[in-house]
């Protein structure tokens, strides 16, 4: 089967994963106890307010109306318009998103950066007291809550020390002239990098340590094979049989983990957001949610979902990419 044919496949597939993802969210959306018009016109309001709104937004309609004009228009690229906001949800999610994608993409470089040559230094000196730690590390990491991490820091860095601001994120491209204690590209650089150490770290604790320990099991699982053996008989260096023979062999269970840890630091990022006051697609759903603004977490519900069914299609991909042996469900 061709790569384009695997693709369009796996596409049409993903496509009843969001089926259901939206049949879910949109029942339990419904189901919950609060009624987003009196939560937004107030309990002050006369009953011929509450009907319009509510014939505005379509919510004098039966449930199952509403659930079929909701698919045809995302069908249709449609989210519907939030009821908190008054404006459509694709612009709050386009508002929102780039500082969630610098805040998940930061913290999976610092992840990824930090846990793949510890993995591998700790496989190569099994047992040795730098393997202790990194693993007793890892251990720690995997077992403790983001949010945690974050007050933690927040505790640290910001009330006793006073090197990091607490709350709120600057993003690279902002004007000079709309960030604080910036002049200059170098000063809203700083100030953003500033702002981001402490959330980065806060959401890539998690995924550092789980990539680490998966990164020292593959490794070590891959260098008790046999061939690695007959290298060290015939005199390879240890230093080229790691680099050439063993680490491209051992990335396989690294990259599913990369792969479906995005969900996890999406899921992630609604949390670290909230603890840092980051104006991200994260705080987007817990405004939702307060607001019982059945548009805006149906929105970014399924704009959640899309990525993590991309990210597992692209890992897909990168597993044939990295060991050939692998087909695209090809019978033969």
């Given amino acids: 089967m061709s790569l384009s044919r695997y693709v369009a ?3 049409g597939q993903s496509l009843f994963t969001l089926l259901g993802v939206v ?3 949109f029942l339990l ?3 919950a106890p609060g009624d987003p018009v009196r939560i937004f016109i107030g309990p002050s309001a006369d009953a011929s307010a509450i009907a319009a709104m509510r014939a505005q937004f379509g919510l004098d309609q039966p449930i199952h109306i509403r659930y079929v004009k909701y698919l045809l228009s995302v069908a249709q690229g449609d989210l519907g318009q939030s009821i908190n906001y008054r404006v459509p949800v694709t612009q709050k999610i386009l508002e929102r998103l780039p500082a969630t994608l610098l805040l998940v993409a930061s913290s999976f470089t610092f992840a990824i950066a930090t846990a793949v040559p510890i993995g591998v230094l700790s496989a190569k000196r099994r047992n040795h007291l730098s393997d202790h730690v990194f ?3 890892g251990l720690i990491g995997v077992s403790t809550p983001s949010f945690w991490i974050g007050l933690l820091l927040i505790i640290i860095l910001t009330y006793h020390l006073g090197l990091l601001p607490a709350t709120g994120l600057v993003m690279p491209w902002a004007a000079p002239s709309a960030v604080d204690h910036a002049t200059t590209r170098l000063d809203v650089l700083y100030q953003s990098g500033i702002h981001l150490i402490m959330p980065t770290l806060t959401l890539g604790t ?6 680490m ?3 020292r099991s593959s490794m070590l699982e891959v260098l008790n094979q046999e061939y690695v053996s007959l290298a060290r008989a015939f005199g390879v260096p240890e230093r080229t049989i790691l680099r050439k023979h063993a680490f491209r062999n051992a990335q396989l269970p690294v990259l599913t983990v990369i792969g479906l840890n995005l ?3 999406l899921g992630g990022s609604v949390l670290t957001e909230t603890v840092f006051s980051i104006n991200g697609i994260g705080t987007l759903i817990i405004t939702g949610v307060n607001a019982r603004d059945y548009p805006l977490i149906l929105g970014t519900t399924l704009f959640y979902a899309s990525l993590f069914v991309v990210g597992v299609l692209i890992t897909d991909v990168l597993y044939a ?3 050939p042996r692998i087909s695209y469900g090809d019978e033969n």
Avoid: S
């Avoid at 998690?206 to 990539?211: D, E, G, H, K, S």
């Fill in 23 to 25: 049949t879910i969210t």
């Fill in 29 to 31: 959306v419904n189901a």
């Fill in 213 to 215: 320990r998966i990164e």
């Fill in 135 to 137: 693993r007793i590390f």
């Fill in 321 to 323: 990419y990295l060991d």
């Fill in 206 to 211: 998690l995924q550092m340590a789980a990539i």
């Fill in 9 to 11: 496949r796996r596409l």
């Fill in 263 to 265: 969900t996890t630091a």
